[in-house]
């Protein structure tokens, strides 16, 4: 595995754990906005080549963002369209959905 994809699958696992163990009716909305204009200016200045190596996880990490948000802000909020614009293949089902399996090397 790329080091950089190690890097992001750490990033990622930790981040998704904080998200999912946050209680969701503390959500705010009006936070967001920022938060993802600050993710968005980040993955653009990625070189292509670090994005190839991980999108797949960015697209799991942020799809479960995507799908935790729609029901909260609905589809089409730009917040939503913001976040679908980093990733590249399919969604997971779910805002819980964890069935990814990740491969470390040693």
Do not use: C
């Not at 503390?26 to 999108?55: C, G, I, R, S, T």
């Not at 942020?62 to 980093?86: C, K, N, Y």
Request: proline share 7%; charged share 25%.
């Amino acid at each position: 595995m790329h080091i950089y994809q190690e890097i992001y699958e750490f990033a990622a696992s930790a981040g998704a754990l904080e998200g999912f163990v946050y209680p969701k009716e503390k959500l705010n909305p009006d936070d967001l906005p920022k938060w993802v204009n600050n993710l968005v200016a980040a993955y653009q200045h990625l070189p292509d080549e670090a994005k190839n190596e991980f999108q797949s996880s960015i697209d799991q990490t942020l799809g479960r963002a995507v799908r935790a948000l729609i029901p909260v802000l609905g589809e089409e909020h730009d917040t939503i369209r913001q976040l679908q614009s980093m990733t590249a293949g399919p969604l997971p089902k779910s805002a819980d959905d964890f069935q990814k399996k990740k491969h470390f090397e040693k």
